[in-house]
């Protein structure tokens, strides 16, 4: 049992005919291999483009011509290569600050913190939009497109806030700056050949360092403060002067009203007295009497009365009166 | 025995693949080149291409020839008026003769130290020249294409090109940061009670104004009243002569008798035979 066992892949291993057909078979293995080998080198050549991209195709490292988005074809390595660039994507800079994640940033102190024209510290967050205008120039002529276009925005920025004042930047300058301050940045880039066109300058927030703030609002408080008084003594003027003109038509009315009253009374009693004295006239001496006694009568009528008729006695009668009292 | 031909095709292509590499190079767009030959300099290349060398004996050493940027950190450097300036600048540099540079730098590294000392130098020497304000201001591109001259005048040589020196941040040490918030801070105080103030008057102001508006419309006012009771009292006046002086005697004669009856009504009276209507009483008549 042994024995056979050994003897079976002896026998295979010199078996009658073996040694040429492994031959072929090897010899077409090879050609299958090389043939594999040399479609694979060239379909190597194959290279996608994004619809958001271009490819740069270099023959033997030099810069030949561009492509468009879809399915390429180069040269494979060495002869040709390509190098796909994002062009259509907008890309940023954060200057001040760096959005943590979507709708969470955080402020960089040391970034913000500029010096203005009058001596003043401002804090300034700005955000940088850009695309890439000439991808060949982004991709031979730049090492990295980030920091050339963060680092001379920053410089760029802090010029303009250098030469002009806190309050203007706070209020008026805000639009000139950016606008100023995306132009300069353009140039500059331009003359550095980066092949970078600048989309959009956006100041963020601009505002006094935090450590002042509290000073800064202080002073819209005192604006308003001073709106409300001056509102509060308008009100006062509005209330009194109306009053006041009430007040004075009234003292003229009054007087107008007495003046007439005067007049009317002087009038009904001037009336009753020719009224009286035509009646007189008729009968002089009559009615004089008449009244006389009439107005005795009623003054004496009403009052207590000591009669005396005897002229000496008057005197004691007074006597008597004042021990009274 | 009709695929014997291709171990030995298979073999030349491989030898080929191992060997041609030795006889050529490829300089891409981003790079430039010096090719030495037992250490020294046979050639410079800054064009990108497809290029030959002798195998074995010749050696490529590349470089980018890309613009980079270096970033200076931040150094305390001093106006001429012995103020504190923190700036922090960046070069932008390029290698435009490989051949110089290879002959002066060993590395890339130390490229980096030659520029950092070069520009910080220069910024250091032509700030400090110039007054705090000066540098502070916005006005200081004119003074950085000075220095980028002159970084560029002695970068030249190590094969260099310095194409911009700019700085990044031009601040205030923390300790002087601080006087300056101190400073801004009691500005804006008197700021505010300057507004404060300001309210105050125009308030007054108007107060004032209303108060003496109604003033002279009740003075006004009163002058008229006047005017009129004085009128209303003369035409009375005139009514009542008019018609008394018809008759003095018996105007006299009856006002007396009203008087009589509104004053004396209350009084005790004695009355005696002095008079007429007593003694007339008292005589029986």
Redesign the interface.
Known sequence: MVDVKIEEPEDNFTGGGGPKKSF?WS??F??LV?VAIVAVYFLSGFFLVGPDQVGLI?R????TNTVGPGLGYHLPF?FESVVVVDTSNLRKQEIGFRTVRTGTYQTLA??S???T?D???VSVEMVIQYYVGDPAKL??????DG??VK??T??VL???????T?DSILTTERDTISIRTAERVQA?LER???GILVKNVFLQEVA??K??IA??D??N???Q??????Y???K??ND??P???G???Q??R???G??????L???G???R??A??QE??KAAEVT?TR??LE??A???G??????????SS?LK??DL?GSER | M???F??PI?IVVIVAAVVL?SFFF??????QAVVLRFGEIRESIT????YTKTPFIDSVRKF?K????Y?VDAERIYSRDKKTILTDT?A?WRIVDPRSFVETMKSEQIALTRIDDIVYSHVRNTFGKLDYDDI??????DVLDEITKLAANDMKDFGIEI??V???????PDEN??A??ER??SE??Q???L??A???R??????A???K???I??A???K???I??G???A???T??A???N??PD??E??KR?EV??ET???????????MD??DKF?RGE
């Open positions: 072929l010899g077409l090879v050609l090389i270099k033997f490292g030099k810069y060495p040391n970034e913190l500029m010096l024209g001596g003043n510290i991709a031979f002529n730049i090492v990295d920091d050339i680092f001379t920053e410089s802090r010029e303009e806030v250098a030469s002009s806190i500059e550095l050949g980066t006094p360092p450590q002042v000073a800064f202080d002073v408080s005192a604006k403060d001073k709106e409300k008084l001056i509060e003594a308008e006062y003027k009194l002067i009053k006041a003109e007040e004075a038509a003292l003229t009054v007087a107008e007495y003046a007439q009253e005067r007049i009374n002087a009038e009693e001037a009336d007295f020719l009286i004295l007189y006239e004089r009244m006389y107005t005795l009623k003054v004496l009403e009052a207590s009365k000591t009669v005396v008729l005897d002229q008057v009668l007074l009166e | 009709k695929y014997k291709i171990i298979a590499p490829i300089l891409d767009e981003t790079e064009e990108a291409g497809l980018d890309r613009i980079q940027i970033d960046f932008l502070i201001s916005g006005q200081r591109t194409i911009s700019r700085v990044k941040r031009a601040d205030l940061r601080n300056v918030f801004m801070k804006r105080m700021e505010a009670s507004i404060r300001e309210g105050n125009e308030a007054q102001k108007l107060r104004e209303a108060d508006e109604a003033q419309m009740m006004t006012a009163q008229e009243a006047d009129i009771i009128m209303g009292d035409q009375a006046l009514i009542y008019d018609a008394y018809r008759d018996f105007y004669f009856m008798l009589y009856e004396l009504a209350d009084a005790n009276y004695i009355l005696g035979p002095a209507f007593i008292s």
